[in-house]
């Protein structure tokens, strides 16, 4: 383990573009299968650097359903190992990450006389697997207790429920905390810095060609190897190994709504066991909204900015209509996001729900590493199998994992602090930043809970470079309601430009800039797309270069 680093931009670009400096490691990707990994190396001692081309977790990491969980679609499945696997990982994550990580009470309803048994064995299973980690016991419920925990339950032809226990978690908040951990261990890691090319000494890749996308600077970094942990786009990165080398990534689109919490009051979550093209479906609260997903779309493009399309919409709306004796239209929705996933498979299969969420590891024959596949779950134990190969590959001395007890960064729970964020052990530095600043304790819009000192910490110590960085990421604005996000980018933008020393033409070009990635997020802007339509009858119940 080396000393700690500042979690400063402009320092860690002068240590992370040292061209005299050899690397034990570089991981490519910041998602959090990439800062996992790099997190994995520095605490075995390796030196380490992670370059992520936009910010960290822009792309699937910052877009899941929210869940830390085991997956009990994946029981149904018989992918045990997956299952026990992500159920011990869930309980890493609640000792590692307490600040950002909790359980949550679940309830599937149940309408027909069969279901309680049979959901109700399957749950009591799910619960033995997780071991003495189990976080919470799973109970059949009477129809009354069953809409206790679900008051806006569709309940006229309800026969009861069934109770069990998962996790939630804020996936980008974790992704920041996940990149301070890397520089609290003394790895570097940097976003807006993409991978242009691979070194190659001898027919071994022994490096990358990185260039700085704000400052337009470009070195060649060398390192005994180099890590491909890009999420969907990991293809791109292994062609610029082998032009010719076949894909492996068969991506799939899932799509989540945010909604109001008067569709969901209460603390429960719902858990829908098997909508029409055979996934389950979840209303879970978060962050005093409700999110309704998710959907298996198949998709050829796989790009930075996936949009949703109209079909998935009714699909969403329309299943958990069943379910809701209040239900939300379209009018209701606040803000509609797209993730891809990156799915493994072999073959030209169109049905991405059946291929496995197994993570996969490619060592090419140049020494690549690449990594991918998985969830967000078990992204420590990817990580941790990553950096075993890793160091094989760099013949680095062998050294155990660290990982299964070390503390993420900010792992404390701060009483008292406000809704906006989940900052943990930084809480009192975000609340210091707030009353030192004239006008901090103002909310940049009356429906957002952000604000202004708050964006200014974002930029001195979270590395937030733009509009989007804060209102997308840092603070979920964009996810909680687009339209009110987009209405607090100009302030956001202001704020920004005088902790950046940046002038009004940049404040300019960074709110027409997030506008526009903002306007895909609203339901009015989701239009139908008829490639690759899928079927979504009403039921009851980019950026690494491909070339």
């Not at 026990?84 to 027909?112: D, Q, S, W």
Request: glycine share 10%.
């Amino acid at each position: 383990m080396r000393d700690r680093l500042p979690f400063d931009r402009d320092s860690l670009v002068d240590i992370g573009f040292d061209s005299s400096v050899e690397w034990d490691l570089i991981v490519i990707g910041g998602g959090a299968t990439g800062l996992g990994t790099a997190i994995d190396a520095a605490s075995r001692g390796y030196r380490t650097l992670l370059l992520e081309q936009h910010d960290f977790g822009k792309g699937t990491s910052s877009r899941s359903t929210k869940l830390i969980h085991g997956g009990v679609r994946y029981l149904r499945q018989g992918n045990i190992s997956l299952v026990i696997e992500a159920l011990r990982e869930r309980g890493c994550l609640l000792k590692n990450a307490p600040h950002l990580v909790h359980t949550v009470p679940f309830v599937i309803p149940c309408y027909r006389r069969w279901e309680r048994p049979y959901y109700g064995f399957g749950l009591k299973l799910y619960q033995a697997m997780s071991g003495r980690l189990s976080i919470g016991p799973s109970s059949i419920l009477s129809r009354d207790v069953a809409l206790d925990f679900l008051p806006n339950a569709a309940g006229k032809a309800m026969r009861g429920g069934v109770l069990y226990h998962d996790a939630q978690f804020d996936d980008s908040r974790l992704i920041i905390n996940l990149a301070q951990t890397c520089a609290d261990l003394g790895a570097v890691p940097l976003n807006y810095v993409r991978v242009t090319g691979l070194l190659r000494r001898g027919g071994r890749i022994r490096g990358v060609i990185a260039r700085d996308v704000e400052g337009g600077r470009e070195v060649e970094l060398e390192a005994r190897v180099v890590v491909n942990a890009t999420g969907v786009f990991v293809d791109g990165v292994r062609r610029m190994d082998d032009p010719q080398c076949p894909a492996i990534i068969r991506p799939s689109q899932g799509i989540h709504i945010v909604i109001g919490r008067r569709f969901l009051p209460g603390d429960a979550a719902m858990m829908i066991p098997r909508t029409d093209d055979g996934r389950v479906l979840f209303v879970i609260p978060w962050r005093d909204r409700t999110i309704l997903g998710t959907t298996d779309t198949p998709v050829e493009s796989i790009d930075v900015e996936p949009e949703a399309r109209s079909s998935e919409v009714d699909f969403l709306l329309e299943h958990v209509a069943q379910y809701l004796e209040v239900a939300p239209e379209r009018q209701d929705v606040l803000s509609i996001f797209a993730g891809l996933r990156p799915l493994v498979a072999s073959g030209r299969t169109g049905d991405t729900k059946a291929i496995s969420r197994d993570h996969v590891l490619r060592v090419s024959s140049s020494g690549l590493v690449t990594i991918t596949g998985g969830k967000w779950t078990t992204y420590r134990k990817m990580a941790q199998d990553a950096v075993d190969h890793a160091a094989k590959v760099a013949g680095l001395d062998q050294q155990p994992s660290r990982t299964h007890s070390l503390a993420i960064h900010g792992a404390r729970i701060s009483d008292g602090f406000g809704l906006s964020n989940s900052y943990g052990a930084d809480a009192p530095a975000v609340q210091d930043a707030m009353a030192r600043e004239p006008g901090g304790t103002v909310l940049i819009n009356e429906k957002l809970p952000v604000r202004r000192g708050e964006v200014s910490y974002l930029v001195r110590r979270e590395m937030a470079r733009t509009v989007e960085d804060v209102l997308a990421r840092r603070t979920r604005s964009l996810l909680m309601d687009a339209g009110a996000s987009i209405e607090a980018a100009p302030e956001v933008a202001q704020i920004m430009a005088a902790a950046l020393g940046r002038n009004r033409h940049w404040q300019e070009e960074q709110v027409e800039a997030y506008r526009t990635v903002a306007r895909n997020y609203l339901p009015d802007q989701i239009t139908v797309h008829h490639h690759r339509a899928v079927d979504m009858k009403r039921g009851a119940r980019q950026h690494y270069d491909t070339a």
